[in-house]
């Protein structure tokens, strides 16, 4: 037997069937929302819930307990459970308020309209489908959302260990744009964060990964790079920013080009697992704000957790004004 986890169906429910015309009537109207339907053996409900990826789990329990069956169900569900309703007899209506505490998504009473139930459980099926989605991709940028970027960064960090090979790991924060946006509006910002993710993914290869980790911070796992390999390329990165055109007259033509404060941390010499890099990478991010914006500083360059700049080194990016030069 295949034990993987299954692919996920967004759009199955699976449904206990007890053979009664209800029931019958209830899988009729969720094909009636556009629901594709499985009737079970309630026996076998759970697991077909789970072999089949579905999204949706309607159970008919005779005696079970809530606890029982709740457990039944999270430890067989994979990346997330089903949006899982129950079906009580008539007479048991009192019985709800111990379902739904125990963590059940819904609770119907045999008898009630079907569309009804059918229709929330509809509802509650396309919220998790988008739900899932945006936890995947940043609705704004369409980057890979934070949840991607720690994911991938351990198995990263793995692979570069294999290979003998450093990987460096980087926060941007970008400059100024809490006062950008009382001065220009949200709607200003959106336009810039986006055109900034675009250009973030052009610079970086395709084995790389960037991320919106935050309003207007991302975070970058780049392969096969040291440290000042590293900072070359974030300093390229900064140097090569500009706006769109239209973003330009947007934001307005006093609006100089986005800049941008950077943390960087690499493995294996400054940590040898994903999120010790990406804390060490958030601690010389800190120091890199507290002695001055528009700077990348690697990990190493700091007196560690400590987070003091040793040796003053300052990486600074641009001194004043629009002016851009060569880091020092």
């Not at 967004?10 to 069937?17: E, F, I, Q, R, S």
């Not at 900064?238 to 239209?246: G, K, S, V, Y």
């Not at 006093?254 to 400054?270: E, L, Q, S």
């Given at each position: 037997?295949?034990?993987?986890?299954?692919?996920?169906?967004?759009?199955?429910?699976?449904?206990?069937?007890?053979?009664?015309?209800?029931?019958?009537?209830?899988?009729?109207?969720?094909?009636?929302?556009?629901?594709?339907?499985?009737?079970?053996?309630?026996?076998?409900?759970?697991?077909?819930?789970?072999?089949?990826?579905?999204?949706?789990?309607?159970?008919?329990?005779?005696?079970?307990?809530?606890?029982?069956?709740?457990?039944?169900?999270?430890?067989?569900?994979?990346?997330?459970a089903p949006t899982t309703?129950?079906?009580?007899?008539?007479?048991?209506?009192?019985?709800?308020?111990?379902?739904?505490?125990?963590?059940?998504?819904?609770?119907?009473?045999?008898?009630?309209?079907?569309?009804?139930?059918?229709?929330?459980?509809?509802?509650?099926?396309?919220?998790?489908?988008?739900?899932?989605?945006?936890?995947?991709?940043?609705?704004?940028?369409?980057?890979?959302?934070?949840?991607?970027?720690?994911?991938?960064?351990?198995?990263?960090?793995?692979?570069?260990?294999?290979?003998?090979?450093?990987?460096?790991?980087?926060?941007?924060?970008?400059?100024?744009?809490?006062?950008?946006?009382?001065?220009?509006?949200?709607?200003?910002?959106?336009?810039?964060?986006?055109?900034?993710?675009?250009?973030?993914?052009?610079?970086?290869?395709?084995?790389?990964?960037?991320?919106?980790?935050?309003?207007?911070?991302?975070?970058?796992?780049?392969?096969?790079?040291?440290?000042?390999?590293?900072?070359?390329?974030l300093y390229k990165i900064?140097?090569?920013?500009?706006?769109?055109?239209?973003?330009?007259e947007l934001v307005g033509?006093?609006?100089?080009?986005?800049?941008?404060?950077?943390?960087?941390?690499?493995?294996?010499?400054?940590?040898?697992?994903?999120?010790?890099?990406?804390?060490?990478?958030?601690?010389?991010?800190?120091?890199?704000?507290?002695?001055?914006?528009?700077?990348?500083?690697?990990?190493?360059?700091?007196?560690?957790?400590?987070?003091?700049?040793?040796?003053?080194?300052?990486?600074?990016?641009?001194?004043?004004?629009?002016?851009?030069?060569?880091?020092?």
């Open positions: 037997m295949d034990m993987r986890t299954p692919n996920a169906n967004p759009n199955l429910v699976v449904v206990a069937d007890t053979g009664d015309d209800w029931t019958a009537q209830l899988c009729a109207a969720l094909a009636a929302q556009g629901l594709s339907i499985v009737a079970a053996p309630p026996e076998t409900a759970v697991w077909q819930a789970f072999e089949k990826g579905a999204a949706a789990l309607i159970l008919a329990p005779a005696q079970e307990l809530p606890q029982v069956l709740w457990l039944a169900i999270v430890e067989r569900a994979g990346r997330s309703t129950v079906v009580l007899p008539q007479g048991r209506n009192n019985e709800a308020t111990g379902w739904l505490a125990t963590g059940f998504d819904d609770v119907m009473v045999r008898g009630d309209e079907p569309a009804m139930g059918a229709a929330r459980l509809a509802a509650r099926v396309r919220a998790r489908e988008v739900r899932q989605s945006l936890s995947l991709t940043d609705p704004l940028t369409g980057l890979p959302s934070q949840q991607v970027f720690f994911t991938r960064l351990d198995p990263m960090v793995r692979l570069s260990s294999r290979a003998a090979m450093p990987l460096a790991v980087a926060v941007l924060d970008m400059d100024g744009f809490r006062a950008f946006e009382r001065k220009s509006g949200r709607p200003a910002v959106r336009a810039v964060l986006v055109e900034i993710s675009h250009h973030l993914q052009r610079a970086l290869r395709r084995s790389d990964t960037v991320a919106r980790l935050g309003d207007d911070r991302f975070g970058l796992i780049l392969h096969h790079i040291n440290g000042l390999e590293a900072r070359r390329l900064w140097r090569t920013m500009t706006l769109e055109p239209a973003t330009q033509a006093d609006m100089p080009a986005p800049t941008f404060t950077a943390g960087v941390a690499v493995f294996p010499d400054d940590a040898n697992d994903g999120f010790e890099l990406y804390t060490r990478a958030e601690i010389a991010l800190d120091v890199a704000r507290a002695s001055g914006h528009r700077r990348v500083l690697l990990y190493s360059e700091t007196s560690g957790d400590s987070g003091i700049d040793v040796n003053g080194s300052d990486l600074r990016l641009h001194r004043g004004g629009s002016t851009r030069s060569e880091p020092e």
